[in-house]
């Protein structure tokens, strides 16, 4: 019914290039998720595909038609916002119902398709409350429902949990995902929150500057990511990057060391490394295990130790003074100052040439 | 909190001390002293003591009477004509100046009206006063709501992004900013019978059909003359009000609504206006009070005249105080402004209440 298929779509504010050509293809009834750090273009690149935006140049089509000059109304869109944007002087029920007034649809109709969506969104009891007499993650809710009555082909998210506290956010979150697969629309949304990224999307597209870095599913852009920025993106604690030199390439393989790093042979990916150069190796922070001193490969002294329960979080600062954050999924105690060896397998880490 | 307020205060009650004094002398104390001196009868300037008259001065104002004139007719009982044709009725003078109706003695005729070969007479004890309040009635209620919606419409006018648009809205504003005493003296020219400026673009744009008139001088135009002067000079200063409450309401909204495919005309009935839901009941408070005060243009432009025709309760009052020298004449007025005002403004409240 509705794929979004974006080729070379650029936009420019004046001067500024904001989106310079983006390509990206969503399946029909796809979750797709754009992530990226603040003033990566994402929530632009969503208002484009909203109609909120024009297009500088470049084609969007929805379900195969191109949509670029047509008003939001006539792309077949719903959208929920991250200030919610529900309308503070009607009821819930005035809220949901609002696309069908504006389609001055008849009252029953009205009234059923609204008590539908209040069944799904579990909000029936709230119908009659004003939007002052909401929480956060109702009148979000409220802002979903009016989404979905209209059956719209395609939903937009634009960061709807922002303004959400954390335990709300992780209930929204999950409410969402069951959502998505309730109505099996297709569905774009942005988020800065890479868990939710990963736990929402189908496909990620990480973009960066106006530039998509990498798409992919979820998984794909955390064990394989394309490029530095996706690498350090995803994932939390973030990974560490070591600046190593490349001693030796053979194949598929290179070793790879530095003063703080004894050689390991890591996996290249088919990127272009070149033996002698200068290479940033990539390690995830739970990808790294504590070993007996002497038995492990970096060498390190702890700076301070977060104690979370199921997980220690240490930074540590390695022998030629490059930070460093080990996760490890135990309760574990370490002292401030106390020297540590880690250990990881190769085949986890990455390794990336050296950016210029 | 009477005692940190009061007691340990003394520099901030010294601050505020010129401008409470200025408040209360000028503007509390005379409150009161209109009250106590619509009680008496006090006048400007008299050798005479003054006497607490009680209610006397609101009763010579306020009376009113309904009168039925029978027409006059012949010995055989027929009606007596004129030569239009209209019956001839005994002049009103007969009953106000007749010792058989005390009642009515010095009112004069205010209106009339026919019910069948009968005539009712609104008589008054002050003609005066009841065309003064009418006029102001009338200029409220024409002139709030006209300058309310074109403030609204000039708002929403100007508020785009446009190249230029602060242009517009100098343009719009310039008006407020000029003295409505110089503004109403040139109106005074452009209303002008001779050759003022509207009679000669009126008969410019209609090829000289249009002969003139005098705007100022016809009991018919005058009132609506000043209406549409006293709109287009404070227009704007509505427009700014009204521009403050749209800029109030999330862009978020109009763009959810025009996801929602909502036509400019819906958008403006489902989120622009009841976003100016407070907005509108300042406005309408501000200008009805606005409006009740009518006075510089009346006296610049016409002095209550021609017929009385654009007689105000404010120029009334003025013009009793200080022109006839009758203060307790003046100050009753101003009560009556005052209670009428009092009135509106709640029941403007009630009605505008958040429910």
């Not at chain 1, 399946?27 to 297009?55: H, Q, W």
């Not at chain 1, 008003?71 to 005035?94: C, D, L, N, W």
């Not at chain 2, 008259?53 to 039925?68: I, R």
């Not at chain 2, 009805?288 to 209550?304: E, K």
Request: glycine share 10%; charged share 20%.
């Amino acid at each position: 019914m509705a794929n979004v298929n974006l080729s070379n779509v650029t936009k420019r504010f004046g001067a500024v290039d904001v989106i310079k050509g983006v390509d990206i293809d969503i399946d029909d009834g796809e979750f797709t998720v754009f992530v990226g750090p603040s003033g990566c273009g994402k929530s632009t690149l969503l208002r484009m595909v909203a109609g909120l935006e024009d297009i500088t140049s470049g084609e969007l089509r929805i379900g195969g038609r191109v949509v670029n000059d047509l008003q939001p109304k006539e792309r077949g869109v719903g959208m929920v916002f991250q200030s919610y944007a529900i309308f503070p002087h009607m009821t819930v029920r005035e809220n949901i119902g609002f696309g069908l007034t504006i389609a001055r649809a008849g009252k029953a109709e009205k009234n059923a398709k609204v008590e539908e969506a209040a069944r799904i969104l579990q909000m029936e009891n709230l119908l009659d409350r004003r939007p002052s007499q909401l929480s956060g993650g109702q009148r979000q809710r409220v802002a979903i429902g009016r989404a979905i009555v209209r059956n719209p082909s395609v939903f937009l998210f634009d960061e709807p949990l922002s303004n959400l506290d954390a335990a709300l956010r992780m209930d929204m979150r999950m409410e969402i995902g069951k959502l998505h697969k309730q109505l099996g629309a297709t569905m774009i949304y942005v988020t800065h929150d890479q868990v939710e990224a990963m736990t929402l999307a189908d496909k990620i597209v990480v973009l960066k500057e106006g530039r998509v870095m990498q798409v992919g599913a979820p998984m794909d852009l955390y064990h394989r990511p394309a490029n530095l920025f996706v690498a350090g993106f995803l994932g939390a604690p973030s990974m560490n990057f070591l600046d190593v030199e490349v001693i030796d390439v053979n194949g598929d393989e290179a070793r790879v060391g530095n003063a703080a790093l004894d050689p390991i042979v890591v996996r290249t990916a088919g990127r272009a490394i070149a033996k002698g150069s200068k290479a940033v190796l990539g390690v995830r922070p739970q990808y790294l295990a504590p070993v007996e001193p002497g038995a492990g490969m970096l060498h390190g002294k702890v700076r301070i130790a977060e104690r979370l329960g199921s997980e220690t979080v240490v930074d540590l600062a390695l022998r030629d003074g490059t930070p460093l954050i080990a996760a490890f999924g135990e309760d574990k105690v370490f002292e401030d100052g106390q020297p540590v060896d880690l250990r990881f397998d190769g085949a986890s880490a990455h390794l990336f040439p050296r950016e210029a | 909190m009477a005692t940190r307020l009061t007691q340990s205060n003394r520099a901030g009650w010294l601050f505020a001390l010129p401008g409470f004094g200025l408040i209360a002398v000028f503007i509390i104390l005379p409150f009161f002293f209109a009250f106590w001196l619509s009680l008496t009868n006090q006048r400007l300037i008299s050798p005479n003591p003054t006497e607490f008259v009680g209610l006397q001065n609101y009763a010579d104002m306020l009376s009113l009477a309904v009168v039925t004139l029978e027409p006059e007719r012949d010995a055989d009982g027929a009606v007596i004509r004129d030569e239009t044709g209209a019956p001839e009725y005994p002049r009103v003078r007969s009953i106000t100046r007749s010792d058989a109706f005390p009642q009515y003695d010095g009112m004069r005729e205010w209106f009339r009206w026919q019910s069948g070969e009968t005539a009712r007479v609104v008589i008054a004890s002050d003609v005066v006063f009841w065309k003064a309040l009418t006029n102001t009635l009338l200029f409220v209620l024409i002139v709030a709501p006209t300058q309310a919606a074109l403030a609204l419409g000039l708002a929403l006018l100007i508020n785009q992004r446009l190249r230029g648009i602060n242009v517009f809205r100098a343009i719009y504003f310039m008006p407020v900013v000029v003295s409505i005493v110089i503004v109403s003296l040139l109106w005074r020219f452009i209303y002008d019978g001779q050759d003022g400026l509207l009679n000669t673009v009126l008969g410019f744009l209609t090829f000289g059909a249009f002969e003139g008139h005098d705007w100022l001088g016809d009991p018919d135009t005058a009132l609506g003359s000043i209406m549409a002067m006293s709109i287009w000079q404070a227009v704007g200063f509505h427009m700014v009000i009204w521009l403050a409450g749209l800029q109030t309401i999330s862009p978020t909204l109009y763009e959810a609504a025009a996801i929602e495919g909502s036509s400019k005309w819906q958008t403006f009935r489902y989120v622009t206006w009841p976003g100016l839901r407070n907005t509108a009941v300042l406005i309408l408070i501000v200008i009805t009070m606005q409006s009740f005060a009518l006075f510089a243009q009346i006296d610049v432009m016409t002095n209550g005249g021609p017929l009385d025709s654009t007689q105000t309760m404010v120029f009334q009052a003025v013009e009793r105080g200080y022109g006839k020298q009758d203060i307790s004449g003046g100050s009753t007025i101003s009560v009556v402004l005052f209670l009428l005002v009092l009135t509106i403004s709640l029941v403007q409240r009630y009605l505008t209440r958040e429910r």
